[in-house]
């Protein structure tokens, strides 16, 4: 056992229900880390404030902690519990615009959503990022540019979508490689094209804590058809955003959020001429959709022009860190 030493940091006093969140915020002070002195007192105000406007009981309290538990056994490697219950609760959207703020003329981001994976194969042009028999082929064509309408080289497009089940290759028991998800690098005028298929609607899973929560709340989990995307390119803030199909009966009401109408795609057929360049048949879909994306720097600067809005006349122990992020301010 480690040895016994004299205690250090503040007395503790007073303890009642009226002292309880000074307490707390008093005793997880006794660090220099501002901005997760800020968040952690942050979080305490909020959750003793939710306690107290509540009247949070034993019981309930315990079902919560019962409930975080099951979502914490149900996440693995290929599933994240968290990160979907993040969605339904409309967390996920939220933290995506704090953090990554885009001006009106630029792509909007939206949430990344559980299914992403980190070894999706790089394509070459025209090629399918899906095996056969996952759906009705689609065609896409698209640019990239930055925002003034310059044309952005060699930037990743990574992109993934369910199957014509309505599952993802993660989903799949016997997966063995990347399936319906693939990455494009963007020629010198900013251009790719790339073969999938039609995404369709389909449920979140819902068989662990999260979909047990939505039936109690009398929630549907269904998605709008939809295909997600990561565009990254050096020097410039990442994108992570998906493309909805309009008119999908779940548009607007997407289980997690992530619809926004300038996401909204149509579709159109491919025609003769591309489906002859492509290897396709011409009543094939096609899509054309053209991202333009922000520099590091001019996220940072929106970033830090919407978080001093945000901050206004706050308690002057708040400051604006390198970051552009509130913290307290440093210690005398």
Not at 160 to 169: E, P
């Amino acid at each position: 056992m480690p040895s016994k030493t004299t205690p250090k940091g503040p007395k503790i006093t007073n303890m009642t229900d009226e002292t309880i969140t000074e307490n707390t915020i008093l005793v997880n002070s006794q660090h220099k880390d501002m901005r997760l002195m800020f968040l952690l007192q942050k979080a305490v105000e909020h959750l003793h404030d939710f306690a107290r406007e509540t009247r949070l009981t034993t019981d309930e309290w315990m079902a919560a902690i019962e409930f975080f538990t099951a979502v914490g056994k149900m996440c693995s490697d290929i599933r994240q519990e968290f990160i979907l219950l993040s969605d339904t609760m409309g967390l996920s959207v939220l933290v995506d615009a704090i953090s990554h703020p885009k001006p009106s003329h630029v792509t909007v981001g939206t949430l990344l959503g559980p299914f992403h994976t980190h070894d999706a194969e790089e394509k070459h042009q025209g090629d399918s990022i899906c095996s056969e028999g996952k759906g009705e082929p689609l065609l896409i064509e698209g640019t990239l540019t930055d925002s003034t309408g310059k044309p952005l080289a060699d930037a990743s497009i990574d992109l993934w979508h369910c199957d014509a089940n309505g599952l993802y290759d993660t989903q799949y028991e016997h997966r063995e490689d990347p399936d319906m998800r693939g990455i494009v690098k963007t020629k010198e005028d900013g251009s790719f094209v790339i073969k999938c298929t039609r995404p369709v609607p389909y449920a979140i899973p819902h068989d662990g804590p999260v979909g047990k929560l939505l039936q109690k709340l009398n929630r549907h989990p269904y998605r709008p058809a939809h295909i997600h995307f990561i565009i990254k390119k050096e020097g410039y803030d990442e994108l992570i955003t998906a493309l909805y199909h309009k008119g999908d009966p779940y548009e607007t009401s997407d289980a997690v959020f992530g619809v926004k109408t300038p996401l909204l795609f149509t579709l159109s057929k491919v025609g003769e001429e591309k489906a002859k360049k492509y290897n396709m048949k011409p009543d094939d879909w096609y899509l054309k959709w053209d991202f333009s994306i922000v520099t590091e720097e001019e996220s940072r600067n929106l970033v830090l022009e919407n978080n001093k809005k945000a901050l206004g006349k706050s308690d002057d122990k708040v400051v604006i860190n390198s970051d552009g992020l509130p913290e307290f301010a440093p210690l005398d």
